[in-house]
T-cell receptor
Framework: SQQGEEDPQALSIQEGENATMNCSYKTSINNLQWYRQNSGRGLVHLILIRSNEREKHSGRLRVTLDTSKKSSSLLITASRAADTASYFCATVPTGANSKLTFGKGITLSVRP | DAGVIQSPRHEVTEMGQEVTLRCKPISGHNSLFWYRQTMMRGLELLIYFNNNVPIDDSGMPEDRFSAKMPNASFSTLKIQPSEPRDSAVYFC???????????????FGSGTRLTVV
């Protein structure tokens, strides 16, 4: 079953605009991760936020985590055409043998 | 480091044939994961190894699927016999330590696109 569910399923924006993608999950987590997948390629790890963190930045990426609402958001600022890809939220539930479980992803299209 | 290396990139086979997918993880990573991606079901974890030992194979769909990790630098996923519904992209990924005790991301290979006709 899917642990993380992303919203919206698809997003189309103009180059230069900001893109905000949301993720909700169901159980308590160790950490939450965001990945990008370009068409026909493997997934690339973007950023990881631990359960005791509320916000994290990496370049043009900003991730927030609200454990009380069991939700996270990924913000891409000043988007570029090269940001066009699918973005996945993935969670590691608490527990030593827990596994990274992915949502179904968000398709982001950035129009030049 | 060349990253996680998977082979072959593409495989087309006839129903009933045996298929073997291969993966070389990043040197020094202790955990290895096999995922399957389809449009309908998204990314599904099939099995994962820690220090070459299978930890969780609950995602392996049927007895037709088997996976091995004979050493720290090599793993295989075998499907025998293959069926058309096995058509998917199969990804291998590796990471430091097991997920529940680690705050590291995964490194994915480029995947093997399997088509069973």
């Amino acid at each position: 079953s899917q642990q993380g569910e992303e919203d919206p399923q698809a997003l189309s924006i103009q180059e230069g605009e900001n893109a905000t993608m949301n993720c909700s999950y169901k159980t308590s987590i160790n950490n939450l991760q965001w990945y990008r997948q370009n068409s026909g390629r493997g997934l690339v790890h973007l950023i990881l936020i631990r359960s005791n963190e509320r916000e994290k930045h990496s370049g043009r990426l900003r991730v927030t985590l609200d454990t009380s609402k069991k939700s996270s958001s990924l913000l891409i600022t000043a988007s570029r055409a090269a940001d066009t890809a699918s973005y996945f939220c993935a969670t590691v539930p608490t527990g030593a043998n827990s596994k990274l479980t992915f949502g179904k992803g968000i398709t982001l299209s950035v129009r030049p | 480091d060349a990253g996680v290396i998977q082979s072959p990139r593409h495989e087309v086979t006839e129903m009933g044939q045996e298929v073997t997918l291969r993966c070389k993880p990043i040197s020094g990573h202790n955990s290895l994961f096999w995922y399957r991606q389809t449009m309908m079901r998204g990314l599904e974890l099939l099995i994962y190894f820690n220090n070459n030992v299978p930890i969780d194979d609950s995602g392996m769909p049927e007895d037709r699927f088997s996976a091995k990790m004979p050493n720290a630098s090599f793993s295989t996923l075998k499907i025998q016999p293959s069926e058309p519904r096995d058509s998917a992209v199969y990804f291998c990924a590796s990471s430091h330590r097991r997920p529940g005790t680690s705050n590291y991301g995964y490194t994915f290979g480029s995947g093997t696109r399997l088509t069973v006709v």
